[in-house]
């Protein structure tokens, strides 16, 4: 198997995380589409894909995603056969690129592709190669050339990302100055801004109709965005304004008291929405039909969304039949759905819904 390019364009490798692997796969092409970047999808493997794109794809991919586990560029690929790779290395176009580094060779062998391979030899045979090509294996190396096997195939690529948790830590649900039990995790929060298509590029303005205390708002911000946050409960707008001046948006996201059913905005004025609609007993307001609520939250997006632009939310599973009505009966067309288990027996369905032209 010979690696072949466009002259214009990389071949580069994602690596995404298992628990939410189709999620994952969606957010990377999520972001490339919000971005107008030019892609092409080459080959998906379990918790990898390989795809073809333009070289700024990877600025936005490193800045933006929470779901990609690494990034890469791709140097050579084969079946999984020793020889096979040593040969796609020496001949690989981006071969040269190695020249002059000091390279560290760490092995990914995905849920146990590849078993019959005899790793430690392969490594070294892959150390011999390199070192041919003008680069200096070493363990201390500074740079990393990762060796990875998925569904029969062998991958050498050259790093330029492994995701960090550290930066959401800082901004997890009870790190932040006001905490709402039930708030979601940090990288769940952007992954939904990103499954919304919003762009950093254009400076999307994203509405979180049902905002709590803004963790939504706050990663559309820090990507580059602007946000509307509503609320219908003063203390967590109120808790919503403190976490957003806490992490310097004050700038770039609005937070207003209000009702998502009736959202207070200009028909046609936001790019994007991203949220998660109150369905527990203690986040819904009282007095308040479940059901009633979300129909009203689908048709007032449908009011305020741009044409072509897209919403990202989830609702229950037992919920699932009467969304899909609501949303045929208010023009907006389903682009995806996923499967989300929470714990027990709560399992989500995430939606993204789009605005046709």
């Known amino acids: 198997m010979t690696t072949r390019y466009n002259i214009n364009k990389n071949l580069y490798y994602a690596l995404i995380v298992g ?66 790779l040593k040969n796609a290395l020496k001949n ?16 990914n062998s995905i849920r146990g592709h590849g078993k019959s391979i005899k790793y430690q030899e392969l490594i070294n045979d892959v150390a011999q190669v390199i070192a041919k090509l003008g680069a200096k294996p070493t363990p201390r190396g500074s740079s990393i050339l990762s060796l990875i096997a998925s569904d029969g ?17 800082s901004r997890e649900p009870h790190v932040r100055p006001m905490y709402r039990p039930g708030a979601m995790k940090s990288e769940l929060c952007r992954l939904f801004v990103n ?11 994203v509405l ?5 205390v803004g963790g939504m708002l706050l990663e559309a911000c820090l990507m580059g965005m602007k946000g509307i946050g509503i609320d219908i409960d003063y203390k967590s707008a109120s808790g919503a304004l403190t976490n957003i001046n806490y992490y310097g948006c004050s700038e770039s996201i609005d937070i207003i008291i209000s009702d ?18 109150p ?27 741009k044409k072509k632009s897209c919403a990202a939310f989830a ?19 389903i682009d995806e759905k996923h499967m989300n288990w929470i714990h027990g027996s709560l399992t989500r369905v995430i939606y993204v819904v789009c605005k046709p032209c």
């Open 195 to 205: 499954l919304s298509r919003a762009s950093t590029k254009k400076k999307s303005l």
């Open 208 to 212: 979180d109709p049902f905002c709590g």
């Open 260 to 277: 998502a059913t009736k959202i207070p905005l200009q028909a046609e004025s936001v790019d994007a929405i991203a949220t998660d609609p």
């Open 279 to 305: 369905y527990g007993r203690q986040s819904i307001p009282k007095g308040t039909n479940l059901n009633k609520l979300l129909e009203s939250f689908i048709f007032n997006s449908t009011e305020v969304l």
């Open 19 to 84: 628990e939410y692997s189709s999620i994952a796969r969606s957010e990377l092409l999520a972001i490339l589409k919000s971005e107008d970047i030019t892609f092409k999808v080459v080959m998906e493997l379990d918790q990898l894909l390989i795809f073809e794109a333009e070289n700024e794809a990877m600025n936005y991919l490193i800045h933006r995603a929470s779901m990609i586990k690494e990034l890469g560029l791709v140097i050579a690929l084969s079946h999984q056969d020793p020889s096979d």
């Open 315 to 333: 609702v229950p599973m037992e919920l699932d039949n009467i969304i899909e009505k609501y949303i045929e009966a208010s023009g907006l067309i």
């Open 153 to 169: 195939i062998l991958l050498v690529g050259l790093r330029t990302y492994k995701r960090s948790m550290k930066e959401f830590f």
């Open 92 to 107: 690989s176009d981006k071969s040269s690129l190695l020249k002059g580094l000091n390279l560290r060779i760490e092995l």
